[in-house]
């Protein structure tokens, strides 16, 4: 098999084909911390694309209650012991990291198309290690919801918010648009394929026969089989909107947010579009926020990265969940993550800002300074106090066309109705 190189794994690895061309690569950040479990995004995409007959379980953006919740039901538990069993006791990172190319260090273990290879089951040889979820796993997209874990039963823990006797948090998942997709790999059909513009996998209906190969091979569980047309379907990116073809958020063809992502309540979601060279490494560009947060800070992280897909989907983690349960789903950032964001420096603070601040994407930023507006006592992962000083600084996003699309300031304005004009209002 070729060998392709993986940022997130900080080595080769091997993959059916060679890398992606360079180009434009949709990404996009969730704060974990900040998510209320609403579902608004999960409807938002539903209304638009998934609302036909044979799309009953079909929810493209779907949101989770960790640890007990899954859709389908227990996806990653599943996949992580098939791996296990592929790989007994070796399926961890080496030490080190922090560098350009391996920011995470070194994954020893095997990916899913690792642990395929030799593999032949039942149907034959694959692609990529994977499993068809039945019937049963797909009939309950919200189960357990606001199911907590009580910390007496949890994994040895050194999280550091002790009020909290019990922890769930909500994980919001779409499909990550992977710089390796397993859906594509597996493809008997050659039908899917990543658009060179902005990196987003689609499924070409026209091709495929609906053999679900992408169904078992995709390890987030985000290609789906549709009965009514025999075919499978998948997460779009909302490709009419990155072409800027909506003419009331994109006058002047600016690629415009997701639905998804616009519609958040929670200001969790921040998505947009990062330069890749062509061995799938982003360029630096401290400027684009994504990159920012995900490579300059590394402030989010990749979900399940020792899958091997390179997905494009970051979260800044929760605080107060136990740390072996978050380094399982994120990898070794997890700590370095939390202590920047337990107390987040003004230019951390700045770009933090721009979650759901606009709606079309955010090519570059940069931060006007303001002055010095509050000092405010936060508690640090090791127990420990820190003081955090907060600046009214004004942050400025620019779009595609590097023209102005948000400003918002630190301190948010308030603004105080004239009661003499609005007597009734409240
Ligand atoms: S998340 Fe799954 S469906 Fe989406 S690109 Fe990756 S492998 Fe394919
Ligand atoms: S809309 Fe935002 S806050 Fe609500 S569930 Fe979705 S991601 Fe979470």
Same mark, same amino acid.
Request: aromatic share 14%.
């Given at each position: 098999m070729p060998s392709v190189y993986n940022w997130q794994l900080g080595r080769d690895m091997s993959f059916p084909y060679g890398n992606a061309p360079g180009g434009l690569q949709f990404a996009f950040v969730f704060n974990?911390?900040?998510?209320?479990?609403?579902?608004t995004c999960t409807m938002a995409c539903r209304s638009t694309?998934?609302?036909?007959?044979?799309?009953?379980?079909?929810?493209w953006n779907n949101v989770e209650t960790k640890p007990f919740g899954g859709y389908p039901r227990f996806w990653d538990a599943k996949l992580l012991t098939m791996l296990e069993e592929a790989n007994p006791g070796k399926q961890v990172w080496g030490k080190g990291g922090g560098g350009t190319d391996a920011p995470y260090g070194t994954f020893n273990g095997m990916t899913i198309f690792e642990a395929a290879e030799g593999y032949a089951g039942p149907a034959g040889p694959r692609r990529a290690l994977g499993y068809i979820p039945t019937a049963d796993e797909w009939a309950?997209?919200?189960?357990?919801?606001d199911h907590g874990r009580t910390?007496?039963?949890?994994?040895?823990s050194d999280a &550091?918010?002790?009020?909290?006797k019990v922890w769930f948090f909500y994980l919001a998942r779409l499909c990550?648009?992977?710089?390796?997709p397993a859906c594509l790999a597996s493809c008997p059909r050659n039908a899917i394929y990543k658009r060179p513009e902005d990196g987003v996998v689609l499924i070409d209906q026209s091709r495929?026969?609906?053999?679900q190969k992408c169904v078992e091979a995709c390890p987030y569980k985000k290609a789906i089989f549709r009965s009514t047309t025999g075919t499978s379907e998948k997460c779009v990116g909302c490709y009419p909107r990155l072409e800027g073809r909506d003419p009331l958020i994109s006058p002047n063809g600016e690629p415009a947010e997701t639905r998804c992502m616009t519609s958040c309540v929670g200001k969790i979601r921040l998505q947009g579009l990062v330069q890749v060279d062509d061995r799938g490494n982003w360029k630096p560009d401290a400027t684009n926020p994504l990159y920012y947060l995900v &490579?300059?800070?590394?402030v989010a992280l990749p979900l399940y990265?020792?899958?091997?897909?390179?997905?494009n989907g970051f979260y800044i983690p929760?605080?107060?969940?136990p740390r072996p349960y978050l380094e399982q789903m994120f990898g070794p950032g997890v700590q370095r993550s939390l202590e920047q964001y337990a107390c987040p420096d003004r230019e951390l603070l700045a770009c933090l800002?721009?979650?759901?601040?606009?709606?079309q994407i955010i090519f570059r930023y940069e931060v006007i300074k303001g002055p010095k507006v509050a000092e405010v006592p936060v508690t640090m992962p090791d127990s420990s106090t820190k003081i955090q000083e907060i600046y009214n600084d004004t942050v400025i996003g620019y779009n595609k066309l590097d023209k102005e699309c948000v400003r918002v300031t630190i301190k948010e304005p308030t603004f105080e109705r004239d009661r003499m004009k609005h007597a009734n209002s409240i």
């Open positions: 974990i911390n900040r998510c209320i479990g609403c579902q694309w998934t609302f036909g007959r044979g799309q009953e379980h079909m929810w309950a997209p919200n189960i357990f919801e910390l007496a039963d949890a994994l040895p &550091r918010l002790p009020e909290h990550n648009h992977c710089t390796y495929c026969n609906g053999y &490579r300059e800070r590394q990265p020792q899958f091997g897909t390179e997905p929760p605080r107060w969940v800002q721009l979650f759901r601040a606009a709606q």
